[in-house]
């Protein structure tokens, strides 16, 4: 049989590109997004994400072997965690029981780069502790402190998201219902979120010496929608609790050859 795949962020970028790569592959596939989508609805709001969960069961007549959550912004707002932190997580919770029916789930998450950048502790466990109302009000006090203190929200949901899968990957509901879940952790992809951070030669100066690339240097959304098909695969029976660094080199030319800790 067919599998089917639920693809949030489903309408642009890595999202699109995955969609339109599992549909080639002559997959079932159901898009998520806030429009221009198979189903449309707002993830960083509690109603959206279970009307979503509800719409998806609904479409999918109960039957889903893939999820693969992409939806997400970079704006330095509040919004940026509802989105990128419990939009996911409370969309795959929600998913879950109806994921464990088949017998090759599998879930992959796009985290980032901005994963291994400078964060907010604060708002990392915040969301980690499931605490909405907490995290808005923690991104919003950085917000009012200035554009250097608020661009650390991204960077924190994508820290969050790639500790989470960590965390839970193992747990019964997922390793113990034979569920990998993995993240991958895209360098600079050449999408309409970033298109003005690498619009002119300055802008690419200043994002080449955060996140080097001297592999193939920035990513088309296709190079993404490569790893997460397979990590979504029938294939991939073993690898879980991944964040998977897609960066054309990023995290080796910033963190070195020893990472382990003694």
Known sequence: MTRLYVVTGAASGIGAATYKLLEDRGKDVI???????????????AEGRKAGVAAVI?????KIDAVIACAGLATPSPKTVSVNFFGVTEF?????????????????????MASL?????ALVEAMLNDNENSALSIAQGLCDEGDVRAALIYGSTKRA???????????????????PLNAVGPGIVETPMVADMIATEEARAAIDAMVPMPLHHYMKPIQVAYLLAWLTSKENTHTTGQTIYIDGGSDAALRGDNIWSA
């Open 161 to 179: 998201l790639s500790r989470w899968v960590r965390r839970e990957c193992i747990k019964p509901y997922w390793a113990g219902a034979g569920i």
């Open 117 to 121: 950048m400078p964060n907010s502790p």
């Open 31 to 45: 898009g998520v997004d806030i429009h221009n989508s198979d189903i449309n609805v707002d993830l960083s709001t």
């Open 92 to 112: 795959l919770e929600g998913l879950l029981p109806t994921l464990t029916e088949s017998s090759s789930a599998r879930v992959a998450i796009t985290s980032s």
């Open 58 to 62: 609904k479409e999918s007549k109960g």
